[in-house]
């Protein structure tokens, strides 16, 4: 199955979620024991470092776990499980962000249309399935994003509850 092709006539990068399964067992996005400080040490953009710095302590105070490394590259906070249809389990964190090259992934649980208002407010950004892309943290509307942020760590709680 190919990509969806953007506006731009470019393939379009797919929200990379944790949870899927790997071919070997193990999932590619498990919670690991690496050190968060040290991925965010070896960001070579001292602006892309310092967002990363600061979305680790917005996700820190809204969801009041502590940083985990999930993979390689994503940061996340908190730990709920969850269950397919089909009956596969697996766990997710409540909140989590990559900084990739070109923005910053958000990776939240919340259902972006029931928070249309608020991201009309937040600024500049893309939206991917469970995924709010963000270039610059400069650009948007911190208390915005605070906000969103703390709704989706509300909401992922509820759901590993249910």
């Known amino acids: 199955m190919s990509r ?10 797919r929200c990379r979620v944790p949870g899927p399964a790997s071919t070997h067992g193990r999932r ?3 919670a690991t024991d690496s050190s968060v400080d040290a991925f965010i040490d070896g960001i070579p953009d001292p602006t892309r470092r310092a967002d990363a710095r600061r979305l680790q302590s917005i996700m820190e105070d809204a969801s009041g776990e502590p940083p985990v490394m999930w993979g390689t590259n994503i940061v996340g ?7 397919y249809a089909s ?22 649980a919340l259902e972006f249309d029931d928070v249309r208002e608020d991201l009309d407010k937040l600024g500049p950004h893309r939206l991917g399935k469970g995924c709010l892309y963000i270039t610059r943290l400069a650009g948007v509307d911190e208390k915005v994003l605070i906000e969103l942020i703390e709704r989706s760590v509300a909401a992922a709680r509820q759901l590993g509850e249910s």
């Not at 969806?4 to 990068?13: F, W, Y």
């Not at 906070?77 to 269950?83: A, K, N, P, S, V």
């Open 4 to 13: 969806p092709i953007s506006r731009h006539g470019r393939r379009r990068r």
């Open 28 to 30: 590619e996005q498990d």
């Open 77 to 83: 906070f908190g730990t709920r499980r969850y269950r």
């Open 87 to 108: 009956g596969r389990t697996g766990e997710t964190p409540f909140v989590g962000y990559s900084p990739r090259g070109t923005a910053l992934s958000l990776y939240l």
